[in-house]
T-cell receptor, first 110, second 113 residues
């Protein structure tokens, strides 16, 4: 079993839809949870950063962490064509390398 | 633009040649990571520096790979005797002191023919 599992998609939604992206993990030592957005042939861009369980909101983006279930989510409200990208979850226990999911490819259709 | 720069952005080389990549982190960030990303996968850890000290290396980093960070500023990643399996995007990330958020550069895409 991989440390971090992420459905690679692809996921295709109409403009304005609510998008839900998810990762599960097996290592209970993970304490810091990040979501990155990566456009084709570019470096990952940090979108959200959360510590431990709970919710964090930033504009149209909400990150949710449930440590008891080892499950993290990213919600995108009012999705736009410019949101079309690959979304990567990344986890760390602190001063350790990030462990990434495979990424979910999202297409938002106008 | 995160403020992390990488050079070159794309490198095409023939099998057996040596290549060197450079990463310039955000100036006040003292920690730096290198990752490798292949198509359809998330980035995988290669090596980690705190200031000029290389503190951790992945098992992925074979003897053909070497990395340096002289004076704790920019970092270089060298691959000797490149193989086709080295074709990937090489990413560096810098981290501010007291945080765990990693800010990535645009990457260097290596193609070994």
């Amino acid at each position: 079993q991989k440390e971090v599992e992420q459905d690679p998609g692809p996921l295709s939604v109409p403009e304005g839809a609510i998008v839900s992206l998810n990762c599960t993990y097996s290592n209970s030592a993970f304490q810091y949870f990040m979501w990155y957005r990566q456009y084709s042939r570019k470096g990952p861009e940090l979108l959200m950063y959360t510590y431990s369980s709970g919710n964090k909101e930033d504009g149209r983006f909400t990150a949710q962490v449930d440590k008891s279930s080892k499950y993290i989510s990213l919600f995108i409200r009012d999705s736009q064509p410019s949101d079309s990208a690959t979304y990567l979850c990344a986890l760390t226990s602190g001063n350790t390398p990030l462990v990434f999911g495979k990424g979910t490819r999202l297409s938002v259709i106008a | 633009d995160t403020g992390v720069s990488q050079d070159p952005r794309h490198k095409i080389t023939k099998r057996g040649q040596n290549v060197t990549f450079r990463c310039d982190p955000i100036s006040e960030h003292n920690r730096l990571y290198w990752y490798r990303q292949t198509l359809g996968q998330g980035p995988e850890f290669l090596t980690y520096f705190q200031n000029e000290a290389q503190l951790e290396k992945s098992r992925l980093l074979s003897d053909r790979f070497s990395a340096e960070r002289p004076k704790g500023s920019f970092s270089t990643l060298e691959i000797q005797r490149t193989e086709q399996g080295d074709s990937a995007m090489y990413l560096c990330a810098s981290i501010p002191s007291g945080s765990y958020e990693q800010y990535f550069g645009p990457g260097t895409r290596l193609t070994v023919t």
